[in-house]
């Protein structure tokens, strides 16, 4: 296994050694990036923490900039050209939308009453 050295400072090495075996896990950790970026879900927690009407739940729709990064990652998967990066997104894109479904069709007795 590699072995890397890096100064840091004092205070950082105490913190550091609190952490004991864990570095390398937590560094991997540090090193991932959300599958989206975090506007997106911020979005729709905004939106759920708004107190929507069923009407506006049933309306809500991702934003034009959510819609074309969207139809890009489906064109480039349709011709077979996207990075790993790329499929991660479009399958978070995918969960989020299931539950956007999910939500919407769970509001669906509150509009026909």
Not at 14 to 29: I, S, T
């Amino acid at each position: 296994m590699p072995r890397i050295t890096l100064e840091v400072s004092e205070e950082l090495s105490q913190q550091l050694a609190q952490v004991g075996d864990r570095l390398p896990e937590l560094l991997a950790l540090s090193l991932q990036q959300p599958a989206v970026p975090a506007q997106v879900y911020r979005y729709i927690l905004d939106f759920l923490t708004s107190s929507p009407t069923p009407e506006q739940i049933a309306e809500f729709k991702p934003t034009p900039e959510m819609q074309e990064r969207l139809r890009t990652l489906l064109t480039r998967s349709n011709a077979g050209e996207l990075t790993p990066t790329e499929l991660k997104e479009l399958d978070e894109y995918e969960r989020i939308e299931h539950l956007v479904v999910m939500i919407k069709a769970g509001n669906l007795s509150y509009l026909t009453s």
